[in-house]
């Protein structure tokens, strides 16, 4: 693919990226949901087999995010950590001649740590009742690794299906 085109795709998948992390730290209830989305504009340069155009995507949708995004700041902390990142580990990890499976244990050894960030140093999640407090750390590691098992499974499908789909289209 043309350079030209490379940085154009990556741009616009930049700008939707910025968008979405914008709206989910200015709306608190689409926060989860933009970082979805985000995730999924990250997507467009690795259709097109360019980690570079998505790497600089990544870094060029982190720093945009963290300057339009203050009032919430942990929504582009979050796109850092995990949300960002995770599209190109998969890319990588479906592409790679030798099967990677021990990336899936990473991936969720990885996103359980993100769940408990996001417990116990943004206080995302609020617990009240006192005798659940006292198994959180159990219930973060189970309930986190099921999530990941979902949120992965669904996200490599979203990656083969934009895939096809820019294929198909001709992009």
Known sequence: MKDGK????????TALGVIFLVIGAYFQTFDLSAL????????????KNSIKGAVFTYFATSLLSFCFALSRFYVPLLYVLFFGIHPIINYIQLNSKKKLWFL???KCIWFIGVVFLMYYALTMFVVEIESIKKFIPIILVVAGAVFYVAYDFIMIRFQKMSFNLIKRLGL
């Open 6 to 13: 490379l940085i154009a795709l990556s741009a616009v998948s």
């Open 36 to 47: 979805f989305m985000s995730s999924i504009a990250m997507m467009l340069p690795l259709s």
């Open 104 to 106: 899936y244990v990473v």
